[in-house]
């Protein structure tokens, strides 16, 4: 059975289900990333977790940028991650 977890939206929008075992492989992914980088590109996050997959040989089925970005709005919702105000293109960094 797919057991799905509820996201949250950071600007209070109508969030996403996704299943429990995406969640748990990108979610760490993208604090791993911040947390070497200290801030970084949504780009930029993306092109590392693809790379990391590619090298460790796990296959992620779906599009790794959307489910990515859903990730990426709830941690900024929980107060995990947040934006670096005035950046272009936008980064972001861990919440200290």
């Known amino acids: 059975m797919n057991e799905k977890v509820q996201l949250k939206h950071p600007k209070g929008k109508k969030p996403i289900s996704m299943s429990r075992e995406k969640y748990n492989l990108l979610k760490p992914a993208v604090l791993k990333y911040l947390r070497t980088k200290r801030k970084a590109t949504f780009g930029g996050i993306t092109k590392a977790i693809e ?4 090298t460790t040989g796990q296959i992620f089925q779906g599009s790794l940028p959307w489910y990515l970005e ?10 995990v991650i947040k934006r670096v105000p005035k ?10």
């Open 87 to 96: 950046t272009t293109p936008q980064e972001y960094i861990i919440v200290p």
């Open 51 to 54: 790379k990391e997959f590619k």
């Open 70 to 79: 859903w990730v990426k709005l709830d941690l900024e919702a929980r107060k």
